[in-house]
């Protein structure tokens, strides 16, 4: 990399229950057996990447009341998947995706402070919340938190784990791992005391990740965490949301490289970038089949349009914009604005159903040839939309290898991304403030 800028940051999303993979494709493996985890895991770390990332699912989605197609296979506990593979990676670092509605601080800080150790200081934890009472009858305390106290307790769940990795005193000479000593948080969210069963870890704190889009999830980010995962996918929404972020941090003490933020993206490759362009026509059309459209749009209705040809227009009808036919996934904000936009792309250009769905929620955001995707992506970065990408392919679990052939190669060579690990940490890689060791 070159003295006179920041590197590109990379991390790899397993792709899983999600429209972006193409499960009909020959070379899409399993979504659970270990072998898919290990392969994009050596994939990622081949490729010098900061991390590989976990989402979870704590309920299976539902459907007019039947599971959902992509939900069939199963969706593994991320910590569990983390620690066996962190005894086949060496620099990777290892994030999961762990709620902080249906989680204690305790319990958690501890499963993740053992991550770190084994891992030698490589764990990573998005934080997401949940106000959803469909998701909490899997748990004995239920839907029973208001959407609006959901960021609420994941800032203090946050300060707390934080409070017991800081629990034990620093290590000194003949004392390689400190000693415990005894803490206690009194707050509205958690009154616990005690003593705290793990070591500090290698990182001090696992890397926090958070995903949040609102108001209130970027002012959480920027008081708490060290990476957001961000939706924003295109140039100019990307500097918009990288300003107003950054913007925010300075009110805690905090400088804009202690916060990195990753937009979770797509790409297509070609041998021109006309065929790139053709290929990604041909994925859009795999990831979106007729089902998958008529799901796709009964989850903005919310009704039932089973009686709808996919190749026929748009329902006249109007959304019900408080259906329950879809439970399990994120609601829609406003369904009634996002159907008058359909209506008017579908209208304006002649599209059906399934071509509308296509159109407006399976676009890859890079595609062309290597030298184009390595280039767009390097000048996102110069141009302050973003600190660097997680990458989201569409197969599992191969999807990756081609990037890293590839791209990043051509990453390197422009200077923008290392040619080796240079530390052993996961904050190393992203260039993190160690946290402050409090003796």
């Known amino acids: 990399m070159t003295a006179d800028r920041e590197p590109i940051h990379l991390a790899a999303h397993f792709p899983g229950v999600n429209s972006t993979t193409v499960w009909t494709d020959p070379r899409s493996g399993s979504q659970i057996d270990f072998s898919s985890f290990e392969k994009l895991a050596r994939t990622a770390e081949r490729g010098k990447f900061d991390f590989f990332?976990?989402?979870?699912?704590?309920?299976?989605?539902e459907h007019n009341g039947l599971i959902h197609d992509l939900d069939v296979v199963g969706r593994p506990e991320s910590l569990t998947v983390l620690s066996a593979l962190a005894a086949v990676t060496d620099r990777l670092g290892l994030?999961?995706?762990?709620?902080?509605?249906?989680?204690?601080?305790?319990?958690?800080?501890?499963?993740?402070?053992?991550?770190?150790?084994?891992?030698?200081?490589?764990?990573?934890?998005?934080?997401?919340?949940?106000?959803?009472?469909?998701?909490?009858?899997?748990?004995?305390?239920?839907?029973?938190?208001?959407?609006?106290?959901?960021?609420?307790r994941a800032a203090e769940f946050v300060a707390t784990a934080r409070e017991l990795w800081d629990s034990w005193t620093p290590a000194e000479p003949g004392s390689p791992h400190g000693a415990p000593r005894p803490f206690a948080h009194?707050?509205?969210?958690?009154?616990?005391?005690?003593?705290?069963?793990?070591?500090?870890?290698?990182?001090?704190?696992?890397?926090?990740?958070?995903?949040?889009?609102?108001?209130?999830?970027?002012?959480?980010?920027?008081?708490?965490?060290?990476?957001?995962?961000?939706?924003?996918?295109?140039?100019?929404?990307?500097?918009?949301?990288?300003?107003?972020?950054?913007a925010r941090l300075a009110k805690y003490g905090r400088k804009p490289a202690d916060l990195k933020i990753m937009p979770g993206v797509t790409f297509v490759l070609g041998d021109s970038d006309a065929e790139a362009q053709e290929r990604a026509a041909e994925i859009r059309r795999q990831q979106i089949s007729p089902q998958n459209a008529m799901l796709a749009l009964e989850q903005v209705w919310g009704r039932d349009l089973s009686a709808y040809d996919p190749d026929g227009p748009l329902p006249e009808i109007e959304p019900d914009p408080d259906s329950e036919l879809v439970q399990g996934r994120a609601r829609v904000a406003d369904p009634l604005a996002v159907a008058a936009k359909w209506r008017a792309l579908s209208e304006a250009k002649g599209l059906s159903i399934r071509q509308t769905v296509i159109e407006t929620t399976a676009r890859q955001s890079f595609i062309g040839t290597p030298e184009t995707v390595a280039?767009?992506?390097?000048?996102?970065?110069?141009?302050?939309?973003?600190?660097?990408?997680?990458?989201?392919?569409h197969l599992t679990p191969g999807g990756l290898d081609e990037f890293v052939d590839l791209v990043v190669p051509l990453l390197q060579e422009r200077g923008a991304f290392r040619t080796e690990y240079e530390g052993e940490t996961l904050r190393s890689h992203l260039g993190l403030p160690d946290p402050i060791r409090k003796g």
């Open 53 to 61: 990332f976990l989402a979870e699912g704590l309920r299976l989605r």
């Open 95 to 152: 994030a999961a995706t762990v709620n902080a509605t249906f989680n204690e601080p305790y319990e958690l800080a501890r499963r993740l402070a053992t991550l770190d150790h084994l891992s030698a200081g490589r764990a990573a934890w998005n934080v997401v919340t949940s106000s959803d009472a469909f998701t909490g009858e899997n748990f004995r305390r239920g839907g029973y938190l208001d959407r609006a106290d959901r960021y609420t």
């Open 186 to 246: 009194t707050g509205p969210q958690f009154d616990i005391e005690g003593e705290f069963t793990v070591p500090r870890s290698p990182q001090g704190h696992p890397v926090v990740i958070q995903a949040g889009d609102s108001d209130e999830g970027r002012e959480f980010a920027a008081s708490a965490a060290d990476v957001i995962f961000s939706r924003h996918g295109t140039p100019e929404e990307g500097r918009a949301f990288y300003t107003d972020t950054k």
């Open 375 to 393: 280039g767009a992506l390097d000048t996102f970065v110069r141009t302050g939309a973003a600190d660097g990408f997680i990458l989201v392919p």
